[in-house]
């Protein structure tokens, strides 16, 4: 449904977003970008783990589809239907 793939996506840019700012901050501190590096590789785990799965609370509007038709119907339905007739120009 739309409002369970609205919550995956701000879940997975916060998540990222967080890594991103905690990972930047420590590989500062440290000065070990490979501690930057890992750290958003791991956020960005942590989100696919999260929001690629279709976990129940992406599930909970489900979209109410058209009603299954018989085969053979639409071809009924184009018999019934009186021919166009076009404007001789």
Known sequence: DYKGQKLAEQ??????LVSAVIGFVYGY????????VYI???????????????????????LKWLPVQEPGTEEKKAADRK???????
Request: proline residues 11%; charged residues 15%.
């Open 29 to 36: 501190i440290t000065e070990q970008f490979g501690w930057t």
């Open 83 to 89: 021919p166009k007739r076009h404007a001789k120009s």
């Open 40 to 62: 958003v590789m791991a956020g960005f785990a942590l989100s696919c783990l999260l929001t690629l799965p279709p976990w129940p609370m992406y599930r909970r509007n489900p």
């Open 11 to 16: 879940i997975f840019q916060g998540i990222i």
